[in-house]
């Protein structure tokens, strides 16, 4: 029940093109979904959030795209840049507390 | 210049040894938290603490012990009973309350047991 489950393990997307990376929960308390981006060696940044009650939230060429009745969500990285390759995760964190569940990661390599 | 600073950046230890990795923020952040990275696995939660002199284990505290004795520290002490210590810990802070905010990761640890 407080798992998060990220999808792919690793994912190779040319330059400009569009990177996609699934989540899937299943305790419907989340709410709050957090999105990281950790490049090697260094400690994880927050990239973009979104709660239960939208659907979409864009944040310049990074979309969380946000399905309730599916329990999943997912993020879009348009236009992407080999500079946005990283590590990704996703996470989840349950009302009253303040531990984040995390997605085992997704390694994304843009080539050029 | 706020933020979460964590030393040694590397540290080796030999086996049997127990080691304290620092963890100190700047943000005037209530929460804390300690994590354990290994490849594959994501960010496991060691430990956290939501105020001064009181924490909690998190979903691996097993060998492994914390203090909180001041608001802007919170050291991890990796004890020779850990099995298998070698990792990336990451220590991040976040202002705390209930309706959910960031958490602020500093640049990590990797400690390396001979």
């Known amino acids: 029940q407080q798992q998060v489950k990220q999808s792919p393990q690793s994912l190779i997307v040319q330059k400009g093109g569009i990177s996609i990376i699934n989540c899937a929960y299943e305790n419907t308390a989340f709410d709050y979904f957090p999105w990281y981006q950790q490049f090697p060696g260094k400690g994880p940044a927050l990239l973009i959030a979104i709660r239960p009650d939208v659907s979409e939230k864009k944040e310049g060429r990074f979309t969380i795209s946000f399905n309730k009745s599916a329990k999943q969500f997912s993020l879009h990285i348009m236009d992407s840049q080999p500079g946005d390759s990283a590590t990704y995760f996703c996470?989840?964190?349950?009302?009253?507390?303040?531990?984040?569940?995390f997605g085992t990661g997704t390694r994304l390599l843009v080539s050029p | 210049d706020g933020g979460i600073t964590q030393s040694p950046k590397y540290l080796f230890r030999k086996e049997g040894q127990n080691v304290t990795l620092s963890c100190e923020q700047n943000?005037?952040?209530?929460?804390m938290y300690w994590y354990r990275q290994d490849p594959g696995q994501g960010l496991r939660l060691i430990y956290y603490s939501q105020i001064v002199n009181d924490f909690q284990k998190g979903d691996i505290a097993e060998g492994y012990s914390v203090s909180r004795e001041k608001k802007e520290s919170f050291p991890l002490t990796v004890t020779s009973v850990q099995k298998n210590p070698t990792a990336f810990y990451l220590c991040?802070?976040?202002?705390?309350?209930?309706?959910?905010?960031?958490?602020?990761f500093g640049p990590g640890t990797r400690l390396t047991v001979l």
């Open positions: 996470a989840a964190r349950s009302p009253g507390f303040q531990k984040l569940v």
């Open positions: 991040a802070s976040s202002s705390g309350g209930a309706s959910g905010d960031t958490q602020y």
């Open positions: 943000l005037n952040h209530d929460a």
